[in-house]
């Protein structure tokens, strides 16, 4: 039992530190990826309108149309990828916190109870948690609110284009 705990520790220290080391990256490249997202839909937007007023062929159009797309894509498949690890990596950790506290009920060794204890306190204090340099965790939320404020900004972005 002191191996699992040992190893739960090490674990827990382990994703702090990529944590640490690796959040001011997540943060620039989630940023980037909101505004690549953004600056695609409004080029999508005015070639929409350039196309209305003729200047674009048919084929060409499309390509260019499908090129944007398959970038957006791109995009939203890397942002969907980071948030499905860690929002994993943090769900199998409660995991482990669940099933302890099921075992803690069920046994009734009182020295592996004790040691069960010892690591579901552990587990509650040292939590998990993936974040972008402590501005906002990275779980599924983010991406609701990534697309949230994408839309807005690129509804924004087109009102003033149509206005000029």
């Known amino acids: ?8 520790r090490k674990c827990v220290l382990l994703c702090g530190k990529v944590n640490k080391i690796c959040s001011l990256q997540l943060f620039f490249s ?5 505004a690549l997202v953004i600056t695609l839909l409004f080029l999508g937007s005015l070639l929409i309108i350039q196309k209305a007023r003729g200047i674009f062929t048919t084929s060409e159009f499309f390509f260019i149309l499908a090129d944007l797309l398959i970038m957006i894509v791109i ?5 969907m990828y980071l948030i499905n690890v860690c929002s994993n990596t943090c769900n199998q950790a409660e995991k482990i916190l669940q099933l ?20 579901v306190k552990m587990m509650k204090e040292e939590k998990v948690q993936f974040t972008a340099h402590d501005f906002f965790p990275i779980d599924y939320p983010l991406f609701i609110s990534f697309i949230g ?6 509804v924004i972005m087109v009102q003033f284009q149509l206005q000029s």
Not at 1 to 8: A, F, K, Q, T
Not at 149 to 154: G, K, Q
């Open 1 to 8: 039992m002191r191996s699992l705990v040992n190893c739960y």
């Open 30 to 34: 989630i940023s980037l990826s909101f």
């Open 75 to 79: 995009q939203l498949g890397k942002l």
């Open 100 to 119: 302890g506290r099921k075992v803690i009920i069920e046994d009734k060794s009182p020295e592996l109870t004790y040691e069960l204890s010892l690591l």
């Open 149 to 154: 404020a994408t839309t807005t900004y690129w």
